[in-house]
Structures are given as C-alpha cells and as structure tokens.
C-alpha cells in the first residue's frame, strides 16, 4: 500500500494577493497546495514532483476509476488564494476549445471555490446579467465595458461556487478561497481594472471572444449545516468532487476502493489522518493537505477539537 503524501505548496506572488497564506511575504496570491510540479515534502519519495510520482505509481496513486477517465496525468490542481485586491476579470475555455486555440495536449479549466473567508460586503463576479445578448456581451469584451454587464455576487463563509467554461469571473478583495480544477492554467483576462499590461499579464481579447458564453450562470451554494462527523458534496461533475466535513469528537471513515486518490485539506482547526501501516498517523494544521492515493484503501479522519475540512476527488 502506498502512504499518504505530503506536498510542498507552490507559492505565487501575483500584485493582488495578501497577507494571509504565508505571512512575511507579501503579497502572497496563491499556494498552489496540490500541484503537478509540487515536492514531496518527506518520506520514501522525497523531492519527487507530483507529475513523477504519478507516473511511477500510476493507478496506486491516480485510481482505476481515474486513470480510465484522464490517463496518466494527476488531474486536478487544488489551490489557495488570498484577494486583498480584484482579480483580472478572466474566462476560461473548455476542453475542446484549449485544444482548438492552444495546441493537443491542453486541458480546459472547470472549477469550483469553496469560501474559506469573507470580510462583510465581499464580492465578486460570476456571469453577465440577465438578457444579456451574445453580441451584446462581445461587443462589451472587445471595448472594455465589461463591468457594465457583470453580474456581482455577495458571498460568504462557507458557499461553494462552481464555474464551467464560458463563465465571466473575476474573485473579489477580501476572500479567502479554496479552488479546485482541472489541472490546467488557461486563462483568458478580458480585464484587469486599468492595471498595466505586462509580458506576463496580457489581456486576451480574442480569445476571451472565442470562449465567452452569455449563459453561463452561477448560484452560490450555501455552507452545508453538518453536524459532528458528518460530510455533504457541494461540488460533483466529470472532472472533480468536492466534499465538506465537520468534526469534533466524531472521526470520519473514509475510503479511496481503490478508484480514486482524495486530497484532505483541513480549512480549520487541527485533524490526524489514520492509515494502515507505518507510519500510520498524519497530523494536519489549518490550511495543510495530505494526498491520500488510491491504494490506501480504508483509512479515518480523526478531529483534534472541533475541525473542519475539504475532500476533492474524482469520483462518478
């Protein structure tokens, strides 16, 4: 059997970040928890990347189910962003578009966000206003009104928002937010609130005007009321699961059968993982992720005081 692994978070430094991922360098934007490219942080496979363990191991990592759906390719990339300012306001294409616009062998970007915090009056943007018209919302893209049509969402702590392809977005100053995706990093900026355009932040007009869609929309799906020791999915489609757990005194029985690895993410307070075999106790803080592969098989996730957490997987 294959033990958990603990990853090295990848840390991005992009202007609109804050204080709160890695405090003393500032602005942190992103920490890029599980990640292709990310270390193993000890163990058997230290200073393994993810990419390379994956295909060392295959379907004792990834999972049956897994490999069969995505092949050899860890699928997901699950991070953390801190907003203390706007995000560009962006759009992502599908699978069929990236491969169309970029090249075989790009992956489209279907994502959720789960609120890990949000001061009072966060916002941010999930789709175009109602009625609003193909050539209207082109029209829009192309001279830079955009914000004129964006729909703008209030949120708070605990929702989940999914977001398909086609969907206008733009994450807001103040949250606090764990994002599960596909493992891909196509991102087309339509706008980024009059900020200088630079080789590494470009807008992407024509494409963003390829992939766009008037009808994509979003409702925000509300903090799940679990009690202790239980788990709800608030996010389930082809390409990922996402779960939430609440514990305190109650552990959680857990079990990858072999299809799927699960990433245990623990949003607040401290949880030990218990696996077969040695080691066989994991301890995670806040903010902290274990990867669990596929051939772990039963294990239990035990609270250290009251806790709560995110699973992510890919799962029919």
Request: proline share 5%.
């Amino acid at each position: 059997m294959t033990q958990p692994i603990q990853l090295i978070p990848e840390y991005r430094d992009y202007v609109w970040g804050g204080d709160k991922l890695r405090p003393g360098f500032i602005p942190t934007a992103e920490a890029w928890a599980v990640y292709e490219n990310d270390r193993v942080a000890a163990g058997p496979w230290v200073g393994f990347s993810l990419a390379e363990l994956t295909a060392k191991l295959g379907d004792k990592l990834l999972g049956k189910y897994v490999q069969t759906q995505t092949g050899g390719r860890f699928p997901l990339l699950i991070k953390l962003l801190d907003c203390a300012q706007w995000l560009s306001v962006q759009v992502h294409p599908n699978d069929e578009q990236a491969a169309r616009l970029e090249g075989l062998g790009f992956f489209g970007k279907t994502e959720a966000w789960h609120v890990l915090g949000a001061e009072a009056g966060a916002q941010l943007i999930a789709g175009v206003k109602a009625g609003v018209s193909s050539e209207a919302l082109a029209a829009s893209i192309s001279d830079g009104t955009i914000l004129s049509l964006s729909q703008y969402v209030n949120v708070n702590k605990g929702e989940t928002i999914f977001i398909r392809p086609g969907t206008i977005h733009a994450l807001g100053p103040g949250l606090l937010i764990y994002e599960v995706q596909q493992s891909s990093d196509l991102t087309y900026r339509v706008y980024d609130w009059g900020r200088p355009q630079t080789e590494k932040r470009k807008l992407h007009i024509e494409k963003s005007l390829a992939v766009s869609d008037a009808s994509a929309t979003v409702q925000p799906v509300a903090d799940p009321a679990l009690k202790d020791g239980e788990r709800k999915v608030v996010a389930h489609n082809s390409y990922f699961k996402l779960e939430v757990m609440v514990a305190e005194k109650r552990a959680i029985e857990l079990n990858t059968a072999g299809q799927s690895f699960h990433a245990i993410t623990v949003t607040e307070g401290q949880a030990q993982i218990l696996v077969s075999g040695e080691p066989g106790v994991w301890k995670l803080g806040q903010y902290e992720t274990l990867l669990i592969p596929a051939d772990c098989g039963k294990y239990s996730f035990e609270p250290m005081g009251a806790c709560r957490a995110l699973k992510s997987s890919v799962e029919p």
